[in-house]
């Protein structure tokens, strides 16, 4: 089967800055697969030059069978796209930014009324075709953002930071459309930089710094390769050497990592190694034994710095 | 130059093949099909001041300056000017139509981003927004014809046939309005292009005195002016037309409109497709 995507050194330059330094992914159809990575990775670039808003310097891309440079126009017909920016037209009411979004497809109006009725139901906003896009609130404007992603029945969807800034339940209700979306086997494309998201709801992913890629394959894959199961996460006294703790569990960790007084010691076992550690000559201010997540593998993998 | 630095201003872009300058009519219609929408909801309150735009120049300049000057090239000073207002309101809205309007959807809207990203294309997105800045302009300049015709400073049937000659003049416009839209960093640099183009286009274009008392390189630079062409077009039109200066005023306006058709495209692709 031909892949969805598949990107083969793949490079984009801005001026001096290499944004994107030639990385290689592929993305089967119907997958969920999710792009993460600090701010500044190039993820967005990355999605932008899928989806024919930036230019290609290097390398080879191609979507849905189809070369990314030449042949804009025909994927753009089989994409959908979920911008970070909230871009809707504020001129235009809920049902007329979707109904406008069929003629940049093409779709004759009788169809194009019937899906804009079956997408604001998708998006729950069944109720509020009629409204002004100023008085939906955030989770709204994002469901119909998606929505409008769809008019042109896509086969691919390309979905950037879709649940930034939205609160706990606005960010479930979109979470229930991309699942609902991924069953009818359409392929989901997601940039994202919460983890829980990005563990909730994707096949595969790729782990992006400074323009590469730095890591990739299936959540829970990822988790134990480069954390194991458990963390044990301690805080330090004053007195405590973390490097002579370190080096008196050698063998029963499979990893650690130290940030101020916090130490974090990766096992498949943690409740074993809490037991095991010296606490008269390795005190400590607290102990939790913890699951290890996706959150783990992402600050091992890209630092804990911070990065702007 | 100082503004070449500014980091909105992206340039003209490289040069871009002739396939994908020309626009696919349907989706350049589902461009200029937005517009419309929008714009039935507002045309209301919008059409208002054309209304009393022409009626406040002929107040001023035909019934008060009309009063010293009688005649020019034997017509009443009032029917003199009053044809050329329709191709000034058509200037005047394709200007405000492609500067302020098209850098809001831009800039502010972001509304250029989405659409880019769905079949439509650049050429396809500048094509609509020129054809919806010329039909209202049209609007507008008919509006005015209506007014004129009304004050009964029309004395010719051909005067029916302006509508065509003034979507065609107002393309023109609204090309020249696209580029700078699609070149400037910042939106204060539009006070340049209304001070330093469209007033003294407005001024110096024979709408308000012909050329004939003045020295000839005048006329050379109203030459190069697409509202001396569009004026003498109406003009010719209200008054009773002579066929090759309809013409010859038609092609300028056509092959200046096609060729500057190019800058927007390029630049908005660089802009937008970075």
Redesign the interface.
């Known amino acids: 089967m031909t892949e969805a995507v598949s990107a083969r050194g793949l490079t984009k330059r801005?001026g001096e800055r290499t944004a994107v330094a030639g990385i290689d992914f592929g993305v089967e159809p119907g997958i969920c697969f999710g792009f993460l990575g600090p701010n500044g990775a190039g993820k967005t670039t990355t999605m932008k030059m899928i989806?024919?808003?930036?230019?290609i310097d290097d390398g080879e891309l191609t979507v849905l069978g189809m070369d990314a440079m030449r042949e804009?126009?025909r994927i753009?017909?089989r994409?959908g796209?979920v911008?970070q920016?909230t871009?809707l037209?504020?001129?235009?009411t809920v049902r007329?930014n979707l109904l406008?979004?069929a003629?940049?497809?093409?779709i004759d109006p009788a169809k194009a009324e019937e899906r804009a009725g079956e997408l604001l139901e998708f998006s729950l906003l069944g109720d509020r075709g009629d409204e002004r896009i100023h008085g939906l609130s955030g989770g709204m404007k994002r469901r119909l953002l998606i929505s409008?992603a769809l008019m042109?029945d896509p086969e691919l969807v390309v979905l950037d930071e879709p649940t930034t800034g939205l609160d706990p339940q606005a960010r479930l209700a979109v979470w229930g459309a991309l699942d609902r979306l991924r069953r009818r086997g359409v392929t989901l494309l997601l940039t994202t930089h919460y983890m829980e998201e990005a563990e909730r709801l994707c096949d595969r992913l790729v782990i992006m710094d400074e323009g590469r890629i730095v890591t990739d394959g299936r959540p829970a894959d990822l988790v134990r390769g480069h954390v194991g199961r458990e963390v044990l996460e301690l805080k330090l006294d004053e007195g405590c050497d973390a490097d002579r703790l370190v080096a008196s569990l050698d063998g029963r960790i499979q990893g650690h990592d130290l940030s101020e007084r916090t130490l974090m010691l990766y096992a498949d076992d943690a409740e074993a190694v809490l037991e095991e550690l010296d606490h008269a000559v390795y005190p400590t201010e607290s102990a939790l034994v913890r699951r290890a997540t996706l959150e783990d593998v992402f600050l091992r993998m890209t630092g804990r710095s911070l990065r702007e | 130059m100082a503004i070449l630095d500014e980091p909105g201003y992206a340039g003209l872009g490289p040069r871009i093949p002739l396939r994908d300058m020309v626009p696919a009519p349907?989706?350049a219609?589902?461009?200029w099909?937005?517009n419309a929408?929008?714009f039935s909801?507002l045309w209301r309150g919008a059409l208002l001041p054309t209304f009393l735009d022409p009626f406040l120049y002929l107040l001023a300049l035909g019934f008060g300056l009309g009063t010293y000057v009688a005649h020019i090239n034997g017509i009443p000073y009032k029917e003199f000017i009053a044809p050329g207002l329709v191709a000034s309101a058509a200037m005047w809205s394709s200007a405000f139509e492609t500067t302020y309007n098209v850098y809001f959807r831009m800039n502010e809207?972001?509304?250029y981003?989405?659409?880019?990203?769905?079949?439509?294309?650049v050429q396809d997105l500048v094509a609509g927004d020129l054809a919806w800045s010329a039909f209202r302009a049209t609007i507008y300049g008919v509006v005015v014809l209506g007014v004129i015709a009304i004050f009964g400073l029309v004395s010719s049937w051909w005067a029916l046939l302006m509508p065509p000659f003034v979507v065609l003049g107002s393309i023109c416009f609204s090309v020249i309005g696209y580029s700078f839209t699609t070149l400037i960093p910042k939106i204060d640099l539009y006070s340049y292009f209304f001070t330093l183009f469209i007033t003294p286009m407005f001024l110096f274009s024979g709408l308000f005195f012909p050329f004939s008392q003045l020295p000839e390189w005048v006329h050379v630079v109203a030459w190069f002016m697409p509202l001396y062409h569009l004026v003498e077009i109406t003009r010719g039109l209200a008054t009773g037309p002579e066929f090759w200066s309809i013409v010859s005023n038609s092609v300028w306006l056509a092959v200046v409109s096609t060729l500057l058709f190019t800058i927007p495209v390029r630049a908005l692709r660089r802009k937008?497709?970075?």
Request: no cysteine; proline share 4%.
């Open positions: 801005f989806y024919g808003l930036a230019t804009r126009r753009k017909s994409l796209v911008p920016e871009n037209d504020a001129d235009l007329e406008q979004q003629r940049y497809f093409g409008r042109g | 349907r989706l219609a589902a461009v099909l937005r929408r929008v909801k809207l972001r509304l981003d989405n659409v880019l990203s769905t079949p439509v294309e937008l497709v970075a």
